[in-house]
């Protein structure tokens, strides 16, 4: 964003949106930006890494629908460490459905996603009506976690050939900036200020980037990712990077968490200007 300038501590005083000031808050505190992608099939699996990783990371991003044993304990181990180690939770779900389906998927349901997650995400494919659908639930007077939810709107993605550019990229900005008491910001591969939209930027907008496809030692994978480092991806504009298997399939993961957490905070330090 515009803003990228400047300090999270600043970003974080300043932001409208009380997720997001939260957000800049956590990185501060921990000196990290790094967001883990724990892409772990077991209940076990993902509270351990979380345990382990949670000194050192921002956010955990979870798939909980590749747990082949998701419960209740897995909800109960997830919000208890979030409060432990002072992360914010990301499920990962890519809601990209019509609006009346995603509230629901997103609001009760089996997965239960608006009782833990805090960062939500969504394509725009289907047109404005997902991101309308999704900011009234989480804004009716009755939803029960108020303020403390957020939607990430995917702009583009990291895979080879994405069809997420263009006026669907366009698009996205369009509807950030239309929903922005909802909408933290965008999973993109660069801040997207300059992008062409139809919709002007309210006074001080400040949305936060998250680029996924972060990996220190991969420039890709045999299905179609696309890896950039943290000093890339930070340098392009990301505010949180995102690294999955650069962090838990690697020999020592609490080692791994460590590097990129200074690896990003240098990276970052150094876009201030500090
Ligand atoms: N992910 C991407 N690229 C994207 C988006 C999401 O890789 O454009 I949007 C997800 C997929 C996976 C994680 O959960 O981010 C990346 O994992 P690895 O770091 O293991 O490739």
Redesign the pocket.
């Known amino acids: 964003s515009s803003k990228s300038q400047l300090p999270y501590s600043v970003r974080g005083k300043s932001h409208p949106n009380p997720l997001a000031r939260r957000l800049f808050e956590v990185a501060e505190a921990k000196k990290s930006n790094v967001t883990v992608?724990a892409?772990v099939t077991t209940t076990k699996e993902l509270l351990d890494l979380a345990d382990r990783l949670g000194p050192h990371i921002a956010v955990i991003?979870t798939?909980i629908d590749i747990l082949s044993d998701f419960s209740e304990d897995t909800i109960t181990g997830l919000k208890a460490l979030a409060t432990k180690h002072n992360f914010l939770i990301f499920e990962?779900r890519?809601f990209i459905d019509i609006g009346n389906t995603v509230q629901k998927q997103y609001h009760n349901g089996t997965l239960r996603i608006s009782e833990w997650s805090h960062i939500i995400?969504c394509s725009v494919l289907p047109g404005e009506g997902i991101v309308e659908a999704l900011a009234q639930t989480a804004q009716a007077p009755d939803f029960p976690y108020g303020s403390d939810r957020g939607l990430l709107i995917?702009a583009?993605?990291?895979?080879k050939g994405?069809l997420?550019t263009g006026a669907y990229t366009s698009a996205s900005v369009d509807y950030a900036r239309k929903y922005h008491s909802f909408v933290l910001g965008f999973?993109a591969?660069r801040a997207l200020g300059e992008v062409e939209s139809s919709v002007a930027p309210a006074e001080g907008e400040d949305f936060v980037v998250f680029t996924?496809?972060?990996?220190l030692s991969s420039k890709g994978?045999k299905l179609g990712?696309q890896?950039q480092t943290p000093q890339s991806a930070i340098g392009r504009g990301a505010d949180f990077i995102?690294?999955?298997?650069?962090?838990?399939?690697a020999p020592d993961p609490v080692e791994a968490a460590k590097q990129y957490q200074q690896q990003g905070w240098e990276a970052y330090l150094a876009r201030v200007g500090g």
């Open positions: 992608s892409d991003k798939h990962d890519k995400n995917l583009e993605m990291t895979s994405s997420a999973v591969t996924t496809g972060v990996n994978d990712q890896y995102i690294a999955g298997r650069g962090i838990y399939a």
